[in-house]
Nanobody
């Protein structure tokens, strides 16, 4: 019933910016939380950022703090990830996550490649 639709991935130069979007569809009510994870080649999936929908509290991984910003559009049930000052080590498949009615949902992932 719930699907997460991601957009915004691509190829950028180091120091550049990208904005990822993730829209939750299939429900008329908002999520409990939405988050971004990423997985680099040969690495485990790691947490990037999370927003708790009620109140808008956020958490960030230390590796992205100060460079990435998660935000929301309540009317669209959409989370955004603004990524600034990108580094080659940010290269990964980025996955959207949403907790809705006690169930975790995942997007299919979008590739972000940061060239040197």
């Amino acid at each position: 019933q719930v699907q997460l639709v991601e957009s915004g991935g691509g190829l950028v130069q180091a120091g550049g910016s990208l904005r990822l979007s993730c829209a939750a569809s299939g429900r008329s009510f908002g999520p409990y939380s939405m988050a971004w994870f990423r997985q680099a080649p040969g690495q485990e999936r790691e947490f990037v950022a999370r927003m708790w929908w009620s109140g808008g509290s956020t958490n960030y991984a230390d590796s992205v703090k100060g460079r990435f910003t998660i935000s929301r559009d309540n009317a669209k049930n959409t989370a955004y990830l603004q990524m600034d000052s990108l580094k080659p080590e940010d290269t990964a498949v980025y996955y959207c996550n949403a907790l809705i009615a006690g169930i975790n949902y995942w997007g299919v992932g979008t590739l972000v490649t940061v060239s040197s």
